[in-house]
């Protein structure tokens, strides 16, 4: 038995934050679906799975539906098999399997819309299909019952969705899977769909292949399905990932907390991808304190610089940073401040030899217990520049601004 085990596809999804470029991210998803299932046929498996969210919710566009029937139908020799999942469940008239064109499929189709058992290739697929959004119950403990009705030396696996049943790391009402659930029931494989990135249990028995398109930066090393043999009952199944992907989604950041050398070092990753800018998605977040103007002006450089990629998106976790004015006007309110801004500037015109600037307190930081405080803290006095001290009283105003807030 071969097949291409491939989950959450998520087809229609918003992309919302992306604003005009959404429709491109929706549009490659299915470029990547149609190539996948190019990869199937040549690859020669009995069967291409979907184990479950092929569609967002069951409120995707009738013209979406239309597509994808259409991409399926279209390949006539390649049996599919789709299981609704908690995106997409089966839960009513209204949802996208019991409404056309997915209510009468053509002959290579079969959506699953009850737990049972099918035949593929020379062996067989039970699977449980999900009919509620949540639900506390494991959907794979119907597998063990399906599977007890096999011939004893049968290739089976199984195919359901849900969350992986880790302590602390998923909810209750997530349709929690065992993680020992394909041994449980006495499985080749479990082909499973929910989390989107690639995950393996179960004496790599039980796969979750992740997202065939990341969909978010958070984990974007998803993107991949699982091609799998299974030679005889009881063997190791054999798989190979296969990275499907046509978008990459990377993270950049501007910290303004950098100075000068902030956009430089921006510019050089962007340098790294530029020539295949179409094929990025990219975030940018701005951080740190930001000088009046500094933010805009970024802005506008990033609008420049961006504009070749797929899609991204601003961040923006950046504070303005205070003027001197700004600054002393604050140290008034607050006599603590007014003191660590003394001791600041003390600290820096016996450090760099600058002229002493600033506000000054009653009774100023002397030399010798500036040496103690470096002392205390490993510090060497002589490593300390302009910069240290332009950064440290930028820092002081954004915590400054943050307890304010
Ligand atoms: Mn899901």
């Known amino acids: 038995m071969r097949f291409l085990h491939?989950?959450?596809?998520?087809?229609?999804?918003?992309?919302r934050s992306f604003g005009a470029k959404a429709p491109a991210l929706r549009a490659c998803r299915l470029a990547t679906?149609?190539?996948?299932?190019?990869?199937?046929?040549?690859?020669?498996?009995?069967g291409f799975l979907v184990a479950g969210d092929l569609f967002e919710d069951n409120q995707v566009a009738a013209s979406l539906l239309t597509e994808v029937f259409e991409m399926f139908a279209s390949a006539p020799d390649l049996r599919i098999f789709v299981l609704p999942g908690n995106h997409d469940p089966i839960n009513g008239p209204g949802c996208v399997w019991l409404r056309p064109p997915f209510s009468a499929t053509p002959s290579n189709v079969t959506i699953i819309r009850?737990?049972?058992?099918?035949?593929?290739?020379?062996?067989?697929?039970?699977?449980?299909?999900?009919?509620?959004?949540?639900?506390?119950?494991?959907?794979?403990?119907?597998?063990?019952?399906?599977?007890?009705?096999?011939?004893?030396d049968a290739l089976r696996i199984g195919m359901t969705h849900g969350a992986l049943a880790i302590?602390?790391?998923?909810?209750?009402?997530?349709?929690?899977?065992?993680?020992?659930?394909?041994?449980?029931?006495?499985?080749d494989y479990l082909a499973l769909g929910h989390w989107h990135r690639w995950q393996t249990f179960d004496d790599a028995r039980i796969i979750m292949p992740g997202t065939p398109e990341p969909d978010a930066f958070e984990h974007?090393?998803?993107?991949?399905?699982?091609?799998?043999?299974?030679?005889?009952h009881a063997e190791a199944p054999e798989i190979r990932s296969l990275d499907v992907a046509a978008l990459s989604w990377r993270s950049l950041e501007l910290d303004f907390t950098d100075g000068e050398n902030a956009r430089p070092a921006l510019e050089r990753s962007f340098a790294e991808i530029?020539?295949?800018?179409?094929?990025?998605?990219?975030?940018?977040?701005?951080?740190?304190?930001?000088?009046?103007?500094?933010?805009?002006?970024?802005?506008?450089?990033?609008?420049?610089?961006?504009?070749?990629?797929?899609?991204?998106?601003?961040?923006?976790?950046?504070?303005?940073?205070?003027?001197?004015?700004?600054?002393?006007?604050?140290a008034e309110?607050?006599?603590l401040v007014a003191r660590v801004l003394s001791d600041l500037a003390q600290a820096r015109a016996f450090v760099t030899g600058a002229p002493?600037?600033?506000?000054?307190?009653?009774?100023?930081?002397?030399?010798?217990?500036?040496?103690?405080?470096?002392?205390?803290?490993?510090?060497?006095l002589g490593s300390l520049d302009e910069s240290f001290f332009r950064t440290t009283s930028d820092l002081l105003a954004l915590k400054l601004q943050e307890a304010e807030a």
């Open 220 to 232: 974007a090393e998803g993107r991949l399905v699982a091609l799998v043999n299974l030679s005889r």
């Open 33 to 46: 679906l149609r190539r996948t299932l190019e990869i199937a046929r040549r690859e020669r498996v009995d």
């Open 114 to 152: 009850e737990p049972g058992v099918l035949s593929i290739g020379d062996g067989y697929l039970l699977a449980n299909p999900l009919k509620q959004k949540v639900s506390t119950q494991d959907p794979s403990v119907i597998l063990s019952e399906l599977a007890a009705t096999l011939p004893s």
């Open 356 to 380: 002493l600037s600033g506000m000054a307190a009653a009774e100023p930081l002397t030399y010798p217990e500036l040496q103690q405080i470096a002392h205390d803290l490993e510090l060497d």
């Open 6 to 15: 491939s989950a959450d596809w998520q087809l229609g999804c918003a992309f």
């Open 274 to 330: 530029q020539q295949a800018a179409p094929r990025h998605v990219i975030r940018v977040t701005l951080k740190g304190p930001g000088a009046r103007g500094a933010l805009a002006a970024t802005r506008a450089w990033l609008e420049t610089v961006l504009a070749p990629f797929a899609a991204t998106e601003i961040k923006d976790e950046s504070k303005l940073a205070l003027s001197i004015t700004e600054l002393a006007a604050m």
């Open 167 to 187: 302590a602390g790391k998923h909810q209750p009402n997530d349709h929690p899977i065992h993680l020992q659930a394909a041994t449980r029931a006495g499985l």
């Open 333 to 335: 309110c607050h006599p």
